[in-house]
C-alpha cells in the first residue's frame, strides 16, 4: 500500500506446530492510533515481536516505510529504524533516577565510545526536562525509578519510548493494573501522541479502547477477524461470538 | 574529577594511601619493626584480592554478569607474571640452563615453546598480564553473549572455562609446568624478591594498582556508558529495544574486568612466590563472588572492603582453628544474606546515618 509506515501481508510464524500467526494482514498508516483487541492466544504478542524483529516470520512479508524488509532485523536494528515498544508490564530501570530512565532512551549515542565519553548537552536536558513534563513526572524526575507507583512506571514508560522518537509506538496493554482515572489520562496520552507518529496499542479493557476513538483491528487465532471503528466491529457477530460476547 | 571521587571513595583512597605509607614503614628496621615484616606481603597480598574483587564487581555489581570464573582471569594474569619471573631466574635454576627453566630441562624439552618467547622483556610480559585474560574474556564473552547466553547458565558456562583451565594446565605437555606450576622466583626488574625493599616496592605497586582499578571502574560506571550497564542489570530486554548493542556493552566491561583480574594476578604472584593451576580452582572463583557479595555488591569500595576482611578473617581462622573456616566462610554468607542486603558498606553507612540522626537530634534536644 502506498504511503504506508508499516505493511504486513500474508505473515506465518508457527512455534512446535501451533500457528501463533497464520496469515496476518495489517497496514499501518504514518500518525495513524491503532487499537488492535482479542482473546488471549489470538497472536498479539506474536505480532508485536515480528514487528519489532524478536521473532522473525516463517512466510509472508513485513515492510517497514515500504523499503525495510523488518523479517531479517533483530529488535536492535528495529529499534534504530524507529519502532519503540512498550512492554505489558512495566519495565523500567528501577535503580536509576526518572530523569536518567529518559535520558538512556533519548534518540541519538547509541554506541559505546560516545556513551563512554560522551557528556549530556543542554538541549538533551531541556528534552528530557519536556518528557518529565508531559508524562506529569516532572516533579519527580530526581526519584529512583523503582520508588514510582504503578502508573507512574506505565506513564516513564511511555516517555522513554518518546525520548526514542520513534515513527510508531507499540503499546501493550497500557492500561492494566490502573486505575479509572489514570487509565483515562493514559488515553488522553496516547491520543495527543498519535498524529505525530503512529500508534499500536494493544489492549482488552474496552472503555480504553473506546477513550481512544480509533481504528479497531480483532484479531483470532493469528489472523484479522474484523476491522474499522468501535461500534462497527462489536456489531459483527463472529467478534461478539470469539471475544465481546464472553 | 569530583564526580569521580565521591565521599566514599575519597575516605577509601585515604585510608588506603595512609596503610601504604604506615605500614612499610612500621615494619622497617629504622622503626624497630613495630610490626613483622611478613605483614607487608600479607596485606599486598590482600591488595591484589580486592583489585580482584573490585573487577568482578564491575561485571557482578554493574551489568549482572555473574561470573564464577574470574579467578581464571586472575591466574592468567600470575601466570604471564610468573613466566616473566621464570626467565628472570636465567642459568640460576638447578639445572643450571641459561634458558629453559628447570621444569623444561626435567622434561627433557630442548628448546622453550614459541608461547614462551619475549618473556624475558618486563613490558612484553606487562602486556600480556592485560592481554591475556583479555582475549580469552572477549573470545569467550563473544560467543556467550551473542548467543544471548545470561543469568544462571552463564554462570555455569564461566565456572566451566575455569575448571577446564585448571585441568589444561595440570598437564606437563602444556608448558606452564603442570602440577606444581612456577616457583623458585629470584628476581623482578632485576631486584631481588626477598629484598624488604622490593617487597615494599611491590605492596605500594599492589595498592597503586588498586587505587588505580577503582577510579577505572568508577570512570566507566559513572559515565553515562555506566547507566546503560545498569539498564542491562536491571531490565537487558529493555534496553535492547531502546536499540543498544547489549553483547557490545557487556562484552567490552567483561574484557576490561578481565584485565584488572590479570593485573591483581600478576602483583599477587611475585608477593607469593608462586603460581600453580590451583588458582584456577573453581572455589577460588566462588570465593570471590563471596567477597564482593559480603562487602557490598554494586558499590566497588565493598567489593574491595569485603576481600579485605573475607581474605584476613580467612588467615586469622585458618591458623587458628583451620577445620572451622569454610563452616564460618558460610556462616557470614548466609548472615549477610538474611541481614545485611547491602553487605558490610551498606551497614557501616546506614548505621553512620543512623548516628547522625541521633547526634543531630540530641543537639535539638540541648538546644531546646
Known sequence: MSGSLLYLSGVTKSFDGFAAINGLSLVIMPGELRAVIGPNGAGKTTMMDIITGKTHPDRGQVFWKE?????????????RLGIGRK??????????????????????QRGLTARLFGRSSRTMHADIMQIADRIGLAASRNDLAGTLSHGQKQWLEIGMLLAQD??????????????????????????????????????????????????VTVLHQGRVLAEGPLDFVSANPEVIEVYLGR | MARLIDRRMGVFLAGLFILTVALPMASSAAAGQLVPAYL????????????????????WGFCGILSLGHGAFF???????????????????????????????????????????????????????????????????WFAFRSRVSGVYLSIITQAMTYALMLAFFRNEMGFGGNNGLTDFKDILGLDLTAAS?????????????????????????????RVLVAIRDAEERTRFL??????????????SAAMAGVAGALYVPQVGIINPGEFSPANSIEIVIWVALGGRGTLIGAALGAFLVTLAKTVLTGWLPELWLFALGGLFIMVTLWLPGGVLGAIETGLTRLRAFASMRTKEIET
Open chain 1, 67 to 79: 523499503k525495510v524488509d523488518l523479517s531479517r532485523i533483530d529488535e536492535v536494528a528495529a529499534a
Open chain 1, 87 to 108: 512492554f505489558q508490564k512495566p519495565t523500567v530501570i528501577d535503580s536509576l533516577t526518572v530523569a536518567e530512565n529518559l535520558e538512556l532512551a533519548l534518540k541519538g
Open chain 1, 166 to 215: 520513534p515513527d510508531l509506538m507499540l503499546v501493550d496493554e497500557p492500561a492494566a493494573g490502573m486505575t479509572d482515572e489514570e487509565t483515562m489520562r493514559t488515553a488522553e496520552l496516547l491520543r495527543s501522541i498519535a498524529g505525530h507518529r503512529a500508534v499500536i496499542v494493544v489492549e482488552h479493557d474496552m472503555d480504553f479502547v473506546r477513550a481512544l476513538g480509533c481504528k
Open chain 2, 40 to 59: 607487608v606481603s600479607l596485606v599486598g597480598k590482600y591488595l591484589c584480592y580486592a583489585l580482584l574483587a573490585v573487577a568482578l564487581d564491575l561485571v
Open chain 2, 75 to 141: 591466574a592468567l594474569g600470575g601466570y604471564a607474571m610468573g613466566m616473566y619471573l621464570m626467565r628472570q631466574i636465567g642459568p640460576r635454576g638447578v639445572y643450571g640452563d641459561p634458558v629453559l627453566p628447570d621444569f623444561m630441562v626435567f622434561l627433557n624439552w630442548q628448546e622453550l615453546p614459541w608461547f614462551w618467547l619475549g618473556f624475558d622483556r618486563f613490558w612484553f610480559a606487562a602486556l600480556m598480564v592485560m592481554a591475556a585474560p583479555g582475549l580469552l574474556a572477549f573470545v569467550f564473552g
Open chain 2, 198 to 226: 622490593t617487597r615494599t616496592g611491590l605492596f605500594v605497586a599492589s595498592a597503586v594498582a588498586l587505587a588505580g582499578g577503582l577510579m577505572i571502574a568508577r570512570w566507566i560506571t559513572a559515565s553515562r556508558l555506566g
Open chain 2, 243 to 256: 536499540g543498544y548493542r547489549v553483547e557490545h556493552y557487556k562484552l567490552f566491561v567483561f574484557t576490561v
